[in-house]
Structures are given as structure tokens and as C-alpha cells.
């Protein structure tokens, strides 16, 4: 059973910093690119980030410069570090592995800047 669980979410005003972290479980994910998804109020899920299992990685517009994806392939993790944050980037976080013929997503972490 395939299960993707985000944590690291909060309240956070205006320019601070969080560290979401997904952790990842009953696949070899170490062999699937891994990607950072919102959705925020009255929104559609956009993607934010992404890492390919060779480490290549790429970022919406909207937050180059300010957020980082990594992956820890011994743990099992995807993270995103995000700094600078803007009241936009306020949504419910999730990560998400695309497999043949399937795709997974986790829960979903809530995120909220203040301005």
C-alpha cells in the first residue's frame, strides 16, 4: 500500500520560513520523480516543484527563489524548504509520486502566511 504522509505545515507571517517534509512508504520510490503540489482557497491544485529520480529538478515561476525541493532517498522523504514566504502561498500542501498508470498523494498540509 502506497502512502505519502506531509507534515511541517503552520501559521507563519510574512517572509518566515517552514520546512515541509513528506514521508513516503510501500513503493521503491527512490526510482520515482517526486513533486510538491497547493491548492489554496477557491484554487485549483497547481504544481509547485518537482525532483526526478535522477535528482533534476524544476520550479513553478511563482517560487523560484525562494523554494527548494530535495529528496533523501534513505529515508524516503521529499522536502520543501520555503523561505520568503508571501500571503500567496498560502494553501494545503501536498506532495505527490506518479507511478505506471497511477498517481499518489498524501493528505495534505496546511499552510498559512500572514501578511
Known amino acids: 500500500q502506497v502512502q505519502l504522509v506531509e507534515s511541517g505545515g503552520g501559521l507563519v507571517q510574512a517572509g518566515g520560513s517552514l520546512r515541509l517534509s513528506c514521508a513516503a512508504s510501500?513503493?521503491?520510490?527512490?526510482?520515482?520523480?517526486m513533486g510538491w503540489y497547493r491548492q489554496g482557497p477557491g484554487n485549483e491544485r497547481e504544481w509547485v516543484a518537482g525532483i526526478s529520480s535522477g535528482g533534476s529538478i524544476e520550479y513553478a515561476d511563482s517560487v523560484k527563489g525562494r523554494f527548494t525541493i530535495s529528496r533523501d532517498n534513505a529515508r524516503n522523504m521529499v522536502y520543501l524548504q520555503m523561505n520568503s514566504l508571501k500571503p500567496e502561498d498560502t494553501a494545503v500542501y501536498y506532495c505527490r509520486v506518479p507511478l505506471p498508470g497511477a498517481d499518489y498523494w498524501g493528505q495534505g498540509t496546511q499552510v498559512t502566511v500572514s501578511s
Open positions: 510501500g513503493s521503491k520510490f527512490s526510482i520515482n520523480a
